[in-house]
């Protein structure tokens, strides 16, 4: 798998009297809007979405977590109020078995009094995550186990997080992206990361 971010691991052996290691080439990487990281790599200019670079990594580091294994929740120090619409409650009240396997639980007013482990635990993040299981529930297919299910859903709201915190430990980022399994794309299939060649940027200037 193509991996612009790995270092150079050729040197030198060292004399006995010692003289500095030979410096190896670090790729330039260059912050974008705060959104994107733009790189030179032979073809062209590869671009990374640096929000779903996060959710693609997040995604990977859980999975194994969850993967046949029930989330154990963990208690909120305040419940969570969803101030739902009568319908929406509603639905909720018909989905609690599927919030609690998804690691939420809720009591008797309909608040939110658990997540699942790793979860934000601020509200908008907790209700967006509520709101995305009610909105998305029948149309997953049948077979997706739980664990691909909450390890997306919690990688999500994690990147969401991460975004806001502006690292600027990008190099850091790139690399652990590059070592994912499937680097160019978030779990629900959006892109990662995208080459503009030198020909199109050629054409640009014609």
Do not use: W
Request: charged share 25%.
């Amino acid at each position: 798998l193509f991996d612009p971010f790995r270092e150079n691991t050729a040197h030198e052996s060292l004399p006995v009297f010692g003289k500095q290691p030979v410096q190896t080439y670090e790729t330039p990487l260059f912050p974008l809007r705060k959104k994107y990281l733009v790189t030179p790599v032979a073809s062209g200019l590869l671009i990374v979405h640096r929000q779903r670079a996060l959710e693609r990594i997040f995604y990977e580091e859980l999975l194994p977590k969850f993967v046949d294994r029930k989330p154990v929740p963990e208690k909120l120090y305040f419940p969570v109020a969803l101030n739902l619409q009568p319908s929406q409650s509603l639905l909720l009240e018909k989905s609690r078995d599927l919030l609690l396997r998804m690691g939420f639980e809720t009591d008797e007013n309909l608040a939110i009094t658990s997540v699942p482990p790793e979860h934000p635990t601020d509200e908008g993040s907790i209700m967006d995550s509520v709101r995305e299981i009610l909105s998305v529930q029948g149309e997953e297919p049948l077979e997706t186990p739980y664990g691909e299910r909450l390890a997306a859903l919690l990688s999500r709201r994690m990147a969401a997080a991460e975004q806001n915190n502006h690292d600027p430990a990008n190099h850091f980022l790139a690399e652990r992206l590059f070592a994912c399994r499937e680097p160019h794309s978030t779990p629900d299939g959006r892109a990662c990361t995208t080459l503009i060649t030198f020909e199109q940027i050629d054409k640009i200037f014609i």
